[in-house]
């Protein structure tokens, strides 16, 4: 499909992130999308806004030299004054910009990110997006009294109907917003399928878990689930990311220590996790649509099915959606003597197969970062006829 490349168009990004390409989704998508060709090629002028607010390790995303990086410091303030700060950071920002209704300003999230760009926006012709990369509520409610939620959503609501371009990473997550009043177009998380490879042999059995270590990806019930191949044979446990459940997995890999084989790798760079999905034989992906959960197709999923790796997920929504779903190994959400079982099966069938599972790399090539950015251009500017 040839898109007319527009060189009047202009693109800023707004983030609040620290950028670390160990991260999460939002920094994986970030990297491709800034240096994918043909986003370079369709806007004259691309920039990137950022706020640094935590102490994260990790390399930080490389920015093409035509896209403008700026970014803000606002470690030393608290929660209210750092939203302000990153907000007239990113005013300031527009002000310098030619804004005109060829200038798109995308938020990538609903809340710090998205009042953000609504203040930076605020009077000017440019066309305000939102990417919706998740269900904010979910994420935040293990954090958050009812009230404090109550108003998050309240304002949430309010921010994305103020914007004039919505997407959500998956069809899960538009639905959700759907019941809201939010209506938004669908463009499901891509990779560069040409970066992942497949190298099991099952032996041993390698089962990994690879993501934020907080409760909403279910980090919670796969640490429970490791008793349950305690006297398993050559079986080995990869676990990288960091998050709030960090100490729990270390009392637990202390607790197992000499009953089960748990490697644990902290926060591992984007460039580096391809070879880590390659040995992996079995991937854990459990992010719940109850109170704790997310929403949308995951980098981290499309990433392990290009790899080779079998899935075991909670049967759900945010699974089921996923082409190739009907093969991953489901258990029912929540349950961990159902995640007991799958574990055993995916195991099982790891030692006889010894080989990639091939259903997974076929059904992943839907999901490639070409169609992604093809979405995304379509959407913005129309292929000519």
């Not at 605020?122 to 979910?138: A, D, M, N, P, Q």
Request: with cysteine.
């Amino acid at each position: 499909m040839e898109f007319k490349v527009d060189k009047k168009k202009s693109l800023t990004i707004i983030i609040y992130s620290n950028l670390s390409i160990g991260g999460g989704g939002r920094e994986t998508w970030l990297s491709n999308f800034v240096n994918a060709p043909e986003i370079i090629r369709h806007f004259e002028r691309i920039s990137v806004l950022n706020a640094l607010s935590v102490n994260e390790s990790g390399s930080k995303i490389k920015f093409p030299t035509t896209v403008q990086h700026k970014e803000i410091d606002v470690t030393s303030y608290g929660g209210l004054k750092r939203i302000l700060k990153f907000s007239q950071f990113c005013r300031k920002h527009m002000k310098e910009e030619r804004n005109s209704s060829n200038h798109y300003v995308f938020s990538i999230g609903t809340f710090i990110d998205n009042i953000a760009g609504y203040y930076a926006c605020f009077g000017s012709k440019c066309i305000k997006g939102t990417w919706i990369r998740g269900i904010l509520e979910k994420e935040l409610a293990q954090r958050h009294s009812k009230n404090m939620l109550s108003v998050i959503r309240g304002l949430e609501v309010f921010l994305l109907k103020s914007s004039v371009l919505v997407i959500s990473n998956g069809q899960d997550t538009a639905d959700f917003y759907k019941l809201k009043g939010i209506e938004s177009t669908v463009i499901n998380n891509g990779i560069y399928l040409d970066k992942f490879t497949q190298r099991q042999h099952g032996d041993p059995v390698i089962i990994g878990f690879i993501g934020r270590l907080n409760l909403e990806k279910g980090i919670d019930f796969f640490i429970k689930s490791l008793s349950s191949v305690i006297g398993v044979k050559n079986l080995k446990v990869i676990i990288a990311g960091d998050g709030s459940q960090r100490s729990a997995l270390i009392e637990t890999i202390e607790r197992l220590k000499g009953k089960v084989n748990i490697q644990y790798l902290g926060v591992v760079d984007n460039d580096k996790i391809p070879a880590l999905l390659a040995s992996l034989d079995i991937s854990i992906h459990l992010t719940g649509t109850g109170l704790l959960g997310g929403g949308g197709v995951s980098h981290s999923l499309v990433e392990a099915m290009a790899s080779g790796n079998r899935i075991i997920c909670w049967e759900n929504a945010i699974y089921n959606q996923v082409c190739g779903s009907s093969k991953f190994y489901k258990a029912q959400e929540n349950n961990l003597d159902s995640l007991n079982k799958v574990m055993k099966a995916a195991i099982e069938n790891a030692v006889k197969e010894k080989q990639p599972d091939t259903a997974m790399i076929e059904a992943v090539k839907k999901y490639s970062f070409q169609h992604h950015v093809e979405s995304f251009l379509n959407l913005i500017s129309p292929p000519k006829r």
